[in-house]
């Protein structure tokens, strides 16, 4: 229905941003990749998918038509919904889950949290024939956030904790797994790099 939506980009967070236009402020889902090509206050253009089932209504948006395209496959795999394949896109850029299908390397597809052998199998399974080229081809890679004073640092804590939350872990298990990331990988990482962390630590 929506095949892209093209505005200014109000407010984002590294799980939905708000894109306005004509008067609308749209707020859609988005993935961290996303997240960290979008800028603020600047004109934004996300090609969308409306996601409708029953009483919900939700749309996800995408930096890049390869990475809508990547999400629409997820989905079409049985047991696969569009928040496991934010998920999956959210802890793995397009490249490397093309490239995990591909190999049928399980044991990557399965770090991606709530997915389990049985799944990352059947995905494997369905997928390996159905990606192509427009899909895999490379990605860009995000760049590390710079030293941050205090305040900045649990602005960035309360976003990645907000982000995982709304990705399906508990509060308690997100502060956790993002305590032990800050400990053992300092406190420079960028938001993108903490969240997929605490993922594939949790």
């Given amino acids: 229905m929506y095949n892209y939506i093209s505005g200014k980009l109000i407010s984002k967070t590294p799980a939905y941003a708000v894109i306005e236009t004509g008067g609308i402020g749209y707020e859609i889902r988005i993935t961290l990749s996303t997240y960290s090509a979008i800028k603020e206050n600047t004109d934004c253009k996300l090609f969308t998918h409306l996601y409708v089932k029953e009483d919900l209504q939700m749309l996800y948006g995408f930096q890049s038509e390869r990475e809508k395209k990547a999400f ?3 989905i079409s795999v049985s047991g696969i919904g569009p928040s496991t394949a934010l998920m999956v896109l ?3 850029s397009v490249s490397e889950f093309v490239e995990a299908v591909n190999s049928e390397n399980v044991g990557i597809i399965q770090s991606v949290k709530g997915i ?3 799944t990352a199998k059947r995905l494997i ?4 024939d159905k990606l192509g080229q427009e899909i895999a081809g490379s990605s860009q890679s995000s760049p590390s956030a710079a030293n941050l004073e205090a305040g900045q640092l649990s602005q960035k804590k309360e976003e990645v904790l907000q982000a995982l939350i709304i990705l399906g872990l508990s509060k ?5 797994g993002l305590q032990t990331i800050i400990k053992k990988y300092g406190n420079t990482l960028s938001i993108e790099e903490m969240i997929k962390l605490t ?4």
């Fill in 199 to 202: 993922l594939k630590h949790n």
């Fill in 125 to 128: 399974l369905e997928l390996k």
């Fill in 172 to 176: 308690a298990v997100a502060e956790k």
């Fill in 90 to 92: 959210s802890s793995l």
């Fill in 116 to 118: 389990g052998a049985k």
């Fill in 72 to 74: 629409l496959q997820l």
